[in-house]
């Protein structure tokens, strides 16, 4: 099993360009969720979806896009890149929201 | 707001010793996860307890949630450099959708 397949595994962009980050998961989970990784300041929730078609804020989604047209993708947009969208990001899925997640490998996006 | 705090922040120990991390917070949870993140790697999910007061053992692991589902730990026994790691928390709320993350641990387990 896959389980979170996220892409790419590293990026650099320039201010002001544009990206897409892809996460899939094969476990047939309703639950997908966009988080971002900072120094001292633990997992932050960007974007999440309760299913196919649904997307929501989360803590700190401004700057950021997403999509789930299909149930096993969820796909993170970066429009206007800026140096504070410098991070890790980590897609991740669950079954049910209680009972915890599986997370991909994680994008370190660098913006220069 | 709601928020996690762990302690210690970081820990550096030698092989064999025992040690707890702790989780606090002010709010009541649903359900909290404890998790296990290596360099390079996304979180890897350990425990999940949902009831106050539920003692789960993994190997050397044990993880207590409070009785009042507002605070959680973490005991190694016997700690080996294979624990070394970065060790966060998760409380899923009682109402809305929202699952918060503590800042972690960083343990460092010398051989």
């Known amino acids: 099993n896959a389980g979170v397949t996220q892409t790419p595994k590293f990026r650099v962009l320039k201010t002001g360009q544009s990206m897409t980050l892809l996460c899939a998961q094969d476990?047939?989970?309703?639950?997908m969720y966009w988080y971002r990784q900072d120094p001292g300041m633990g997992l932050r929730l960007i974007h999440y979806?309760?299913?196919?078609?649904?997307?929501a804020k989360g803590e700190v989604p401004d700057g950021y896009n997403v999509s789930r047209l299909k149930k096993q993708n969820f796909l993170l947009g970066l429009e206007s890149a800026a140096p504070s969208q410098t991070s890790v990001y980590f897609c991740?899925?669950?079954?049910?929201?209680?009972?915890?997640?599986?997370f991909g490998s994680g994008t370190r996006l660098t913006v220069v | 707001t709601q928020l996690l705090e762990q302690s210690p922040q970081f820990l550096s120990i030698q092989e064999g010793e025992n040690l707890t991390v702790y989780c606090n917070s002010s709010?009541?949870?649903?359900?909290l996860q404890w998790y296990r993140q290596e360099p390079g790697e996304g979180p890897v999910l350990l425990v999940t307890?949902?009831?106050?007061?539920e003692v789960k053992k993994l190997k050397r692991l044990t993880f207590q949630f409070g009785d009042a589902r507002k605070d959680s730990s973490l005991h190694i026994t016997a700690a080996q450099p294979g624990d070394t790691g970065l060790y966060l928390c998760?409380?899923?709320?009682?109402?809305?959708?929202?699952?918060?993350f503590g800042a972690g641990t960083r343990l460092f387990v010398k051989a």
């Open positions: 991740a899925s669950s079954l049910v929201r209680r009972e915890g997640y599986t």
């Open positions: 476990m047939n989970h309703e639950y």
């Open positions: 979806s309760v299913g196919e078609g649904t997307t």
């Open positions: 709010s009541v949870f649903s359900s």
């Open positions: 307890v949902v009831t106050g007061g």
């Open positions: 998760a409380g899923a709320g009682t109402g809305g959708f929202k699952t918060i």
